[in-house]
């Protein structure tokens, strides 16, 4: 039975990657986090002597707090969250729990650095497969506000630079195809993400991406849908946000569906 106000590392785990993620937010002590210098999926790092700083933008946020045994720190940032009506709970056992139950952490110096709260990201415009199932992870399991910049291939590169934001399934960026690998491939191996999960909706992607359909059976359905959704929306915006739905959906039948099969409903006839 969880503690009070707490929630176990297994729940957490199951809700991280799905729109129903609280925010997470980090207050171990510099000391603690250097011994383990490594994030939870989507968690960022706040002093929890500050914590009261982030009431205003947190307000009507499900919020979860974490250090390094789940005790006094969590559990007092958690308290003045709550003090202010910040609906906050803390991770039981702190970073101890989730690292002894092996669960996915992000070494952080991989990551693009924050501007006003928010990372950015530039890539080709027009997606269809890679690049919406990359702003998906990265939306999910990294950075919840991330902003995607569309922009014409040729300018990538200069927009890249120009405005500090993280190229991604282009020649020149830190993330891409690399041989048989798709962009996808190389962000859940170099971010730290290698669940049983990603890895298969990474096979997936890749047998959509790159017409290899017969790597698994959902490559044709997947490949089908994004062009549908390509042709469905002239905003690229448009079509991400409705990209976030469908790698939604796939998640979960890869984290918890496979198994499941429909077959012609008993009582229809032969």
């Not at 009507?60 to 910040?86: D, F, N, P, T, W």
């Not at 709260?117 to 890539?123: A, E, L």
């Not at 890679?130 to 910049?149: E, G, M, N, Q």
């Amino acid at each position: 039975m969880p503690a009070f106000n707490s929630i176990p590392a297994n729940v957490l785990m199951r809700r991280i990657g799905t729109p129903e993620c609280p925010v997470i937010v980090d207050v171990r002590i510099d000391a603690d986090f250097s011994d383990d210098p490594h994030l939870i999926p989507i968690s960022y790092r706040w002093p929890h002597n500050h914590i009261h700083d982030l009431c205003a933008q947190l307000q009507g946020k499900e919020v979860l707090i974490v250090c390094q045994k789940g005790l006094k720190l969590s559990h007092g940032a958690a308290a003045v969250l709550r003090s202010a009506g910040v609906p906050a709970q803390v991770l039981e056992g702190g970073m101890f729990a989730w690292r002894d139950a092996k669960f996915p952490t992000i070494n952080p110096t991989v990551l693009p650095e924050m501007s006003d709260g928010q990372s950015s990201w530039v890539t080709r415009h027009r997606p269809k497969v890679d690049r919406i199932a990359c702003a998906w992870l990265i939306r999910r399991f990294v950075d919840p506000k991330a902003r995607f910049l569309f922009v014409p291939p040729s300018e990538v590169d200069a927009v890249a630079d120009k405005f500090a934001a993280t190229a991604f399934d282009t020649v020149n960026a830190p993330w891409t195809h690399e041989g048989e690998l798709c962009t996808f491939d190389a962000m859940i191996r170099d971010i730290g993400l290698l669940t049983p999960a990603l890895e298969q909706m990474a096979t997936v992607i890749r047998a959509a991406d790159t017409d290899c359909h017969d790597l698994a059976p959902q490559a044709a359905g997947l490949m089908a849908i994004s062009v549908g959704l390509s042709r469905a929306y002239k905003s690229d915006l448009d079509q991400l946000d409705a990209g976030m739905i469908l790698y939604d959906a796939l998640y979960r039948w890869a984290r918890d569906g496979q198994g499941e099969q429909h077959t012609w409903s008993e009582g229809h006839g032969a």
